[in-house]
């Protein structure tokens, strides 16, 4: 997958995808019904995604809590899995931000990118203040010379597959729920970090990562899967992974760490991508080092259980 991110300095054999418009967060179910109808509407183009980093309500709101799935690089990880062929990642900047619906999509998308089709979202909106619709854009294509499908709000059930919904589910700790929105597991992405190491000296050494810049999933232990996509130790583990401050060590920034079963190596610096599959159990703050390790067995011994029929 090529990424792009000028959409002044995009070269001529990149131009004419057929393109999906969004902000693709979490890459859910949603997300990839609206690739597959600009894969149908345009067989014979590139597939494409236009998307923007950092996401618009970060740009316009960035004290806001963190509310992300998925950090940049593990949104474009996961469109290459499923085929997208290139990558439109603009800057939102005050430029871009500043310009009208029509000046979009004519600087944008047609002069700029040179989109032969665009799929966007029944509740798309665009430009300046949002003041672009679905159906305004569907009136640019028409006069610019690039054509544009609507595709209609997904659900699952009653509910509207949505990143906000997904975000319900993992703050309530039912990463089911989620799964059945995104259609795949939750995963946080990142590097192992270099921690305090406090879970190797009670026998249970665990990969830390930062959640920093995403939606935090409810605090607590969680039955896990994790990929060890880079280094010597590439493959897929089962675990338990812990999510928050760990209250019995003092006030820490929040972040994941995580136990992988039957594991003997270094992880430190490797890429790794962890799955929510259960939650098991809030964040405590134990009397006692013996009562914490006691719990920990048992948060084990359930993880594999539930590991081993998922």
Known sequence: MRIFRDHRRIPEDA?????????????????????????????????????????????????????????????????QKIGVETLFELPFDAALASL????????????????????????????KGRAGTADDLKAFGAKMGFGVTIAPLMKAGDRQVSSTAIRRALSEGRPRAAQDLLGHWHRIEGPVLHGEKRGRDLGYPTANMSIDGLHPPRFGVYAVF?????????????????????PMFGENQANIETFLFDFKGDLYGAQVSVALVEFLRPEENFDSLDALITQMEDDCARARAILEAA
Request: glycine share 12%; net charge negative; with cysteine.
């Open 226 to 246: 994790a990929d060890v996509l880079t280094g010597p130790h590439t493959g897929t583990y089962r675990g338990a992974a812990s999510i928050g401050v760990r």
């Open 15 to 79: 131009r004419g995808a057929s393109a999906a418009i969004g902000n693709f967060d979490g890459v859910h179910r949603g997300h990839r019904s609206v690739l597959e109808i600009a894969r149908e509407a345009a067989p014979d183009a590139p597939l494409g995604v236009l998307t923007f980093e950092p996401h618009p309500r970060e740009y316009f709101a960035p004290d806001a809590p963190p509310f992300r799935l998925t950090s940049a690089a593990a949104r474009a990880s996961r469109l």
């Open 100 to 127: 009208s619906p029509e000046a979009f999509a004519q600087d944008v998308l047609a002069d700029g990118l040179g989109l032969a089709h665009a799929v966007v979202g029944a509740d798309f909106c665009f430009g």
